[in-house]
T-cell receptor, first 121, second 117 residues
Framework: GAVVSQHPSRVICKSGTSVKIECRSL??????MFWYRQFPKQSLMLMAT?????????EQGVEKDKFLINHASLTLSTLTVTSAHPEDSSFYIC?????????????????FGAGTRLSVL | AQTVTQSQPEMSVQEAETVTLSCTYD???????LFWYKQPPSRQMILVIR??????QNATENRFSVNFQKAAKSFSLKISDSQLGDTAMYFC??????????????FGKGTKLTVNP
């Protein structure tokens, strides 16, 4: 099946620093990637939709300048949490999709990374 | 806007027994997809099963099957012969049909399923 790699799995940083999270589709080209945030014991909250080569579309209430998303290639999207603060501590998950399907990758399915646990001290 | 409701925050089942998780949704779309995702303690989201709204036949994947009632906007998941590895959060999700690739998943709040030995 499709593999989406997310790195790092865990990061601890000091308040005020920036943190970059990478999301890679390992065996397919993902024209669209999604970034989610998940608080403990809650559901996934979509933060933004990232299309290769264009600006990300952010959900209402998500600060664009705080959460910078870059989707420079068909296999890589990055989320940078700028000037992180303790309230940004959370579990961040990416997903990738190949709308038309590719090989073993089914169309219209989002494949998820394993998530990144961010702790801001 | 679409909404997905999972009315059972927690459920438990004995190993080898059958359990059904409920999901209802609200939409004005006629063509869409429905999914069940599983999130075990590792927190990796895993697709369990999917259903395309235009298909009347209920989807089945080994021990997992759905009861899709389009008119009632209901999409329940049945797990047969429950195994300890089925212990996880289960999320029901909706996605409207589109060709652009940016269609979003709308998730329910989840049901925490515990399989007891």
């Amino acid at each position: 099946g499709a593999v989406v790699s997310q790195h790092p799995s865990r990061v601890i940083c000091k308040s005020g620093t920036s943190v970059k999270i990478e999301c890679r589709s390992l065996d397919f080209q993902a024209t669209t990637m999604f970034w989610y945030r998940q608080f403990p014991k809650q559901s996934l909250m979509l933060m933004a939709t990232s299309n290769e080569g264009s600006k990300a579309t952010y959900e209402q209430g998500v600060e664009k300048d705080k959460f910078l998303i870059n989707h420079a290639s068909l296999t890589l999207s990055t989320l940078t949490v700028t000037s992180a603060h303790p309230e940004d501590s959370s579990f961040y998950i990416c997903s990738a999709r190949a709308p038309g399907g590719q090989g073993m990758v089914a169309k219209n399915i989002q494949y998820f990374g394993a998530g990144t646990r961010l702790s801001v001290l | 806007a679409q909404t997905v409701t999972q009315s059972q925050p927690e459920m438990s089942v004995q190993e080898a027994e059958t359990v059904t998780l409920s999901c209802t949704y609200d939409t004005s779309e006629s063509n869409y997809y429905l999914f069940w995702y599983k999130q075990p303690p590792s927190r990796q989201m895993i697709l369990v099963i999917r259903q395309e709204a235009y298909k009347q036949q209920n989807a089945t994947e080994n021990r997992f099957s759905v009861n899709f009632q389009k008119a009632a906007k209901s999409f329940s998941l049945k797990i047969s012969d429950s195994q300890l590895g089925d212990t996880a959060m289960y999320f029901c999700a909706f996605m409207k049909h589109g060709q652009g690739g940016s269609e979003k998943l709308v998730f329910g709040k989840g049901t925490k399923l515990t399989v007891n030995p």
